[in-house]
Nanobody, 124 residues
Framework: QVQLVESGGGLVQAGGSLRLSCAAS????????MGWFRQAPGKEREFVAA????????YYADSVKGRFTISRDNAKNTGYLQMNSLKPEDTAVYYC?????????????????WGQGTQVTVSS
């Protein structure tokens, strides 16, 4: 059973940066595509970014393109989300998710394993 643990969330001022980490255990990390999603209060969970099994292909939501960077280190069983130029509308709980197979999708229902989430709050 794959277990995912996110870390790195916190409170930051608008324009600042945070780096989220997603540590995986209980599975072969490189066999999974990885995605990051977020959920703000009163809103549905939304796709943020995803990366394929090797890290060679990535995809971003339009709202974060050019500001966020997703990456992974298969040797460390860890994925990352570097968030720059943060805006108050980025405030949400951020979740990492794994999907069996090499390629990513943007739908949350496509993912098999989820972390518990980490809170990101951006003040104006």
């Amino acid at each position: 059973q794959v277990q995912l643990v996110e870390s790195g969330g916190g409170l930051v001022q608008a324009g600042g940066s945070l780096r989220l980490s997603c540590a995986a255990s209980g599975g072969t990390f490189r066999r999974y595509a990885m995605g990051w999603f977020r959920q703000a209060p009163g809103k549905e969970r939304e796709f943020v970014a995803a990366v394929n099994w090797s890290g060679g292909s990535t995809y971003y939501a339009d709202s974060v393109k050019g500001r966020f960077t997703i990456s992974r280190d298969n040797a460390k069983n860890t994925g990352y989300l570097q968030m720059n130029s943060l805006k108050p509308e980025d405030t949400a709980v951020y979740y990492c998710a794994f999907r069996r197979g090499n390629w990513y999708y943007t739908g949350a229902y496509e993912y098999d394993y989820w972390g518990q989430g980490t809170q990101v709050t951006v003040s104006s």
